[in-house]
Nanobody, 121 residues
Framework: QVQLMESGGGLVQPGGSLELSCAASGNIFSTRAMAWYRQAPGKQRELVAVIPTGYSTNYADFAKGRFTISRDNAKNIVYLQMNSLKPEDTAVYYC???????????????WGQGTLVTVSS
């Protein structure tokens, strides 16, 4: 069983910074892209940033210039550094990873349980 666990969420003031981490564990043979999503109350889940194995990162428009995604391939950890946070960034942030458990296995996307980020003064 493969599991992803997010950490680093919490309360931060507008303009502040926060770094989220997500560690994937279990029987993982290989990993493709890892990503961060977020979901605010009453809204659909949306992509924040994605980082493929080749490190050609992509960001949602609201994240460009403020957020940075990075990863540690050896440890299967993905990070999200968030700067200049705004109240509208308040949401539950989820990480995901596209993995397979062996060479013959199919690729599948695994999700974490999410961590709450609240931006408020």
């Amino acid at each position: 069983q493969v599991q992803l666990m997010e950490s680093g969420g919490g309360l931060v003031q507008p303009g502040g910074s926060l770094e989220l981490s997500c560690a994937a564990s279990g029987n993982i043979f290989s990993t493709r892209a890892m990503a961060w999503y977020r979901q605010a109350p009453g809204k659909q889940r949306e992509l924040v940033a994605v980082i493929p194995t080749g490190y050609s990162t992509n960001y949602a428009d609201f994240a460009k210039g403020r957020f940075t995604i990075s990863r540690d391939n050896a440890k299967n950890i993905v990070y999200l550094q968030m700067n200049s946070l705004k109240p509208e960034d308040t949401a539950v942030y989820y990480c995901s990873a596209v993995i397979r458990v062996d060479l013959r296995g199919e690729w599948r996307e695994v999700w974490g349980q999410g961590t709450l980020v609240t931006v408020s003064s």
